[in-house]
């Protein structure tokens, strides 16, 4: 379908008519294709709970046996979709949902800015020069391997138990993809096209934003989108180590009290966060990427 | 005028490539560099436009000895080796960086309709055919107005048709200014129809084994006795350049590949 949006202007004129109406369609339709399947998840679900709750009327014996065993007839472990969404209405209106929501965004959008910082221009210096690679990239790659969490105590008596320690561990998180990314793509930028920028005789500065820039965007973007999504990940193990607030506090809580609707609940705003984010750096920078010639883009990755 | 005097490279991994290569080239001059693969005719041309440099001997352009890349000399690669980031027209415009927007999109606009373009102003590299980004390399080259043009197999990896259709094109563009062309190439006919002199190299080390004048009044005639005689007696220089050491096939073959770098 990418072909009809690909074609240059004269041409695109003559194919419009008879098919820019199925090409709009088409379009518009593939969100929504995305959201099929949850949506029918969520239905089945919701169906499942309602069968279970009419008592086992009409139903094979072995089904409902099934049904039992796995918690659905009652939709106390299990709860369904509709009460998921009565739970995070009431957490809204109480104003206590965008208190949690706003305490993990901030976490994440402060863990996420620093480690990005630091990863792009730790990447940036070992991907450019040799000696600091030779100098830094070993400890680093040292570094990346303990796993993160093994930092949180060490944080914790550091950094107290409040936000610093979280920020830091979600930048921890967020910083060895993005230091990886980019230093990934420094080296493996095309020799020849840098030949084109030594003939035009770039200087160092001039060859770095017009050449090497533009030419690890793509790759620099796949990292933001891999590091955000360890800061999603990070964040609620951030919250778990004790916090009075935020989404991975609501967790907790439901855990705790025996609340399962609201650690359902908690998870889904967190898979809706985390897409919208994610959804947010593909929208920021595809126009800087429109240029690309490749596979993803004929699929319909516009 | 380009010297080139007794100019030799030997890699860092041993090969020698080229040996005691000497050359003057006058400004305007068409001259077509030939030979067997590995005889160091890209190795000569990346020293002359100063991106490597040479084990002995110099470069010199009217007096100015080449060591980087420079301001006077251009190059055109085999691949057109466009900046897929930017469009046609920022492409051409790339060299131009000094220069006020506006007498900047005046020269790329002027280069756009000379190698017949214009449509393709905004396009994407992507969206061009092997022979129009192609073009896009040669008017990027020629824009900056070097006095050396220095072509590496520009047309080889294009369709027969496309070739002779773009050497043609090439041609008329030189006259405009009539700079330097040092074209090196692999195609007969293709140096004859366009080179003032064809250089043949041969191989192992490289080195100048024949000169042949081409005295033949432009346009040419690609099918013309005398044009064939040429063409003959290049194919000739080139065999006997190639007999003289019947090559083994695997120093051959690594000889060839250095020569790709």
Same mark, same amino acid.
């Given at each position: 379908m990418a072909m009809t949006v690909e074609l240059p202007a004269l041409e695109r004129t003559d194919a419009m008519t008879p098919r820019a109406s199925s090409a709009r369609l088409r379009r518009y339709a593939r969100p929504a294709l995305g959201l099929l399947l949850p949506v029918g998840l969520a239905a089945l679900w919701e169906l499942l709970v309602w069968l279970g709750t009419t008592g086992p009327h009409g139903i094979p014996q072995p089904i409902w046996d099934w049904l039992k065993w796995v918690g659905l007839p009652n939709g106390r472990l299990v709860p369904p979709p509709t009460r998921i969404f009565a739970t995070i209405m009431e957490l809204a209106s109480s104003g206590e949902l965008s208190r949690h929501i706003s305490a993990t965004l901030t976490r994440v959008a402060a863990g996420f800015g620093l480690g990005v910082i630091a990863g792009t221009i730790l990447g940036a210096v070992s991907g450019y020069w040799g000696l600091a690679r030779q100098l830094l990239d070993p400890t680093v790659q040292a570094l990346r391997a303990?796993?993160?969490?093994?930092w949180v105590p060490l944080f914790i008596l550091?950094?107290?138990?409040?936000e610093t320690s979280k920020i830091a561990l979600i930048a921890v998180g967020v910083f060895f993809p993005v230091y990886l990314g980019v230093m990934g793509a420094i080296l493996s930028v095309d020799r020849k096209i840098v030949e084109v920028g030594r003939t035009f005789r770039l200087s160092g500065p001039a060859m770095i934003r017009r050449i090497l820039l533009p030419a690890v965007l793509p790759a620099y973007v796949v990292a933001l989108r891999v590091g955000l999504g360890l800061g999603w990940m990070f964040v609620v193990a951030a919250e778990f180590m004790g916090a009075s607030e935020g989404l991975g506090y609501l967790l907790i809580d439901g855990q705790q009290l025996g609340k399962p609707a609201q650690i359902v609940a908690a998870i889904v705003i967190f898979a809706i966060l985390g897409k919208t984010t994610d959804w947010l750096i593909e929208i920021a920078t595809a126009p800087l990427l429109r240029w690309q010639d490749a596979f993803g883009r004929q699929s319909g990755a516009n | 005028m380009l010297a080139l005097e007794r100019v030799g490279k030997t890699y +860092?991994?041993?090969?020698?490539? $080229?040996?005691r290569f000497s050359a003057d080239i006058r400004l305007g001059e068409i001259v077509a560099i030939i030979g067997g693969s590995g005889c160091g005719k890209s190795t000569l041309l990346r020293a002359i436009a100063g991106l490597d440099r040479a084990t002995t001997g110099t470069v010199t352009l009217d007096h100015t000895a080449i060591t980087a890349p420079h301001a006077k000399i251009g190059i055109i690669f085999q691949? +057109?080796? $466009? /900046? +897929?980031? /930017?469009?046609v027209a920022d492409n051409i415009g790339f060299g131009l960086s000094e220069l006020p927007a506006n007498v900047r999109r005046e020269k790329v606009a002027r280069a756009l309709a000379r190698v017949g373009l214009t449509d393709k102003a905004n396009a994407w590299p992507r969206e061009l055919s092997g022979g129009q980004a192609q073009r896009v390399a040669i008017a990027r080259a020629l824009v900056p107005q070097p006095e050396v043009l220095l072509l590496d197999e520009p047309f080889s990896a294009l369709d027969a048709f496309t070739r002779r259709d773009l050497q043609d094109h090439l041609l008329d563009l030189w006259n405009d200014t009539r700079p330097t062309l040092i074209l090196v190439t692999h195609d007969v006919d293709e140096a004859v129809v366009l080179a003032d002199r064809v250089l043949v190299m041969r191989p192992r080390p490289g080195r100048l084994f024949e000169e042949i004048k081409i005295n033949l009044a432009r346009p040419r005639d690609r099918n013309s006795p005398l044009f064939d005689n040429f063409k003959r007696r290049v194919l000739t220089a080139l065999d006997r350049s190639l007999d003289r050491n019947v090559p083994d096939a695997d120093a051959k073959s690594t000889a060839g590949e250095a020569m790709w770098w």
């Open positions: 303990i796993p993160s969490i093994a550091w950094l107290g138990i409040f | +860092p991994n041993g090969v020698h490539a $080229l040996e691949e +057109p080796r $466009l /900046l +897929p980031w /930017l469009s």
